[in-house]
DNA sequence: CCAGATATATGACTGAAATCATATGGAAGC
DNA sequence: GCTTCCATATGATTTCAGTCATATATCTGG
């Protein structure tokens, strides 16, 4: 199912696509007609420099939205390429406009979800400038960011897995995080101050 | 002046606010009444463990907007502090919701900035994932950060001036930047292939 | 049940950015 | 014009995350 509010879209603005690994699902010269919901897999969003160097400009996983930007723009700003075979929803445009229009509970929805969006962007941003592993893993599971594996809080963080395993285990010593499981840790409840 | 489309707020919605240094603006258990414009200073965002360790959500600086995602929530999810002398424009929430269900150009405008600055959010998270100094630096003059002094560009992307100086002095030998003028650097044209 | 793959965990070493230090060029204020 | 301050720029040293290696635990599929 599609997230909020594009689940109430009707479905003659929806179309499935699906890519193999390397496809191209947009470049930035095409006019832009659709946004993609990701249901799997994952989408690099590129720009070019004159030189010819990629510049990444986002990387899109399952469960995500992405070329918001595009509804509001008469260009794409980058290309759009699949990593890894994807399957996505392509959601028109003009029909989103359209019903922005006709249903304002719909346009009040759709902000709402870029609000939200754009808060946990930020925290999200604001961890990313933590240079040390272990403050910036902290922040992370105070942030509830482990739910899945901890090699997936790694990748999710910016850091080597080795290196928030590490992290974790000196947060544990020092009694920040408390180990409740095998790759599992929680914020310890009061601070405890120990060396190491 | 206020961004678009805040500003075609009436008079009334907005209220100019100064605070001193480490002056509280809300709190995480106020009623969220506005969102801000932050016309000159340094206003952070933050969160608090059980422990009592803070967690920084968001730093906020000169001409950017922040809480407003408090548009449609019941609850402010931090505190927010000035780190410096701050002055602001407060804006009411009830009529900033009210404005987006009369005026639907409004409500278009707003969706228009926030999925803007998710793009450019999304953009910024790339740049921090990049590890390499270089790699870094290169990236953000490609997308026109260097507009002000290098120092600013340094904290923008989270390095140290020094390695900031450093990675420019190698990415001119390198040929990938051309260097127009003191603190000024360009992308080069052509790329060139030299060691350094 | 067993084999292979993946996640967890940690040790050793390396490399690159942070830190500390120093010097110079311009801009701003007196 | 002179002083002060800040930005620019680079050198020396340290620190810490990355990389490479190894071992074990758990999960998955045959």
Redesign the pocket.
């Known amino acids: 199912m599609l997230p909020v509010p594009f689940n109430t879209l009707p479905n003659t603005a929806l179309k499935p696509r699906k890519l193999g690994k390397g496809e191209i699902l947009f470049r930035q010269s095409d006019p832009p007609s659709f946004l993609y919901f990701l249901r799997s897999g994952h989408v690099q969003l590129r720009r070019h420099t004159e030189a010819g160097e990629a510049i990444i400009i986002h990387n899109a996983h399952g469960g995500q939205t992405f070329a918001e930007a595009s509804l509001f723009s008469s260009n794409y700003h980058c290309d759009a390429i699949a990593c890894e075979p994807s399957e996505l929803v392509a959601m028109n445009k003009i029909q989103i406009l359209k019903t922005m229009r006709q249903n304002s509970l719909f346009a009040f929805a759709l902000s709402a979800r870029f609000a939200t969006e754009m808060q946990a962007q930020r925290r999200k941003l604001e961890l990313f400038s933590i240079?040390?592993?272990?403050?910036?893993i902290f922040a992370a599971i105070a942030d509830g960011m482990l739910t899945?594996?901890?090699?997936?809080?790694?990748a999710d963080i910016?850091?080597?897995?080795?290196?928030?395993?590490?992290?974790?285990?000196q947060l544990t010593r020092q009694g920040k995080l408390v180990?409740t499981?095998?790759?599992?840790?929680e914020l310890a409840k009061i601070e405890s101050r120990t060396t190491g």
Do not use: F
């Not at 240079?131 to 910036?136: H, M, T």
């Not at 499981?181 to 840790?185: D, E, S, T």
């Open positions: 240079k040390s592993a272990p403050q910036r899945g594996s901890v090699t997936s809080l790694a910016g850091l080597t897995h080795e290196a928030t395993y590490r992290a974790l285990a180990k499981g095998r790759g599992r840790y």
